[in-house]
């Protein structure tokens, strides 16, 4: 049983990660987010892209959504039927207490986001906060159970009564008369949705005990990044959910035990999408074409994404609050043709040198990194890191080899996984 977590903000490639090791897994399993996450799978010349369902299904594992997950149910049925016209057989379990993104809740999320300017966090515009924390407030909240219920009806103009004020301040209604007409709007659009959905609605806390019971294996797939975490991240800057380690536990009712090994994810330098501290970000021309040759722009919003170097500083965090025994390197290709590379090994804060990541947004302004200056090696392309797929690790540049062999020794982590490029077959294991 292993965990597939992004070290960073995101975009890590765990898509990548978690469709390569899929052959050896019969189930995959997300515990947090929603369609805010963007997977990309490419097979052959087929690109596959998942908001919500975890990439591993491609390969034929049973999906899971686990109740630590905010589901909009028009987005789920739109991959649901993706998958079945490419031929795709589809096993998938929802988790009948996972709590379901309202159209009001993408209405708010942007409306939070160009009222709150000095506050604002560059969101993903996909509800994902609001559905949040609707779920916090308890008796705002609709979960899946509710929308396959009978008597959706009524809980969801419960529900709208309660929130009546907010619908007005956001212009979603514009007075309580509207009240009814829009409840009997949304009803019409998610009826639809529930009767797809409901087929596969199961408690999935019970499938998965039952599965690892009878020897099932389970891969555990995160969305977002350690540094997004709403309580172990750069906040307020972050997401709302959980998408370290322990969020596997609360996001799917499993217990630690079912957890042999976890896998970290990071790429060979740093992204960010959205607004927050990003110490060792670059620009002008180096950003540029690191942003263009790694293809950094969001899979969920199309925005660039912003570019820099590795930050050990941030990764030896991450590796240590989610309890990493092997990382998965990706888009070393990317920096391929570069004379020299750079990584952080320190910051330095207010005069002082610090070797810890703190996650204070105030002080990660202020940090400057300390960088260590590294050889970079030629510019190879396609074909060539094809052959050095196939070869092995060993037919790495040596300076590659150094570079990963430095970020090993600094975090005292092996790196057992080195992905060259978009498809499967461009990545290495090491043994
Ligand atoms: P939200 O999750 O839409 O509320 O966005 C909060 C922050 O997390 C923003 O900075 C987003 O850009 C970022 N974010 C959310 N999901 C992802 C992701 O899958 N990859 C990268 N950044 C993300």
Known sequence: ?????????????K?????FLAKDFDIVARFNGGNNAGHTVMIKD???KFHLIPSGVVRGLVGVLGNGMVIDPGILVNEINSIKNRGINLDLKISYKANVIMPYHKIIDRGKEIKNSSRKIGTTGRGIGPAYSDKMKRNEALRIDDLVSDNFYEKLKDVLNLKKEELIIYDIIRNVAELEDY??????????YSFILKDYVCDVTEYLYEAHSGGKKILFEGAQGTLLDIDHGTFPFVTSSNPTIGGVFTGLGIP????????????AYTTRVGRGPFPTEIFGRLANRIREKGYEYGTTTGRPRRCGWLDLVALKYSCRINGVNEIALTKLDVLSGLDEI????????????IEYFP?????????????????GWEGIDNDEW??????????????????IGFIEDFLKVPIKIISVGAERNMTIVRD
């Open 342 to 353: 750079k990584v952080a090994i320190a910051y330095e804060l207010d005069g002082k040198t």
């Open 359 to 375: 996650t204070s947004a105030e002080k990660l302004y202020k940090v400057k990194p300390v960088y260590t200056t590294l050889k």
């Open 386 to 403: 094809e052959k050095i797929s196939r070869k092995g690790f060993e037919a790495l540049p040596d300076t590659a080899k150094e570079y």
């Open 183 to 192: 409840t009997k709007k949304i009803y019409s659009e998610y009826k639809n």
């Open 46 to 48: 087929e690109v596959f």
């Open 15 to 19: 898509g990548k990660i978690v469709d």
């Open 1 to 13: 049983m292993s965990v597939v977590i992004g070290l960073q903000w995101g975009d890590e490639g």
């Open 256 to 267: 630690p035990s079912f957890v042999k090994k976890v896998i970290g994810v990071t790429k």
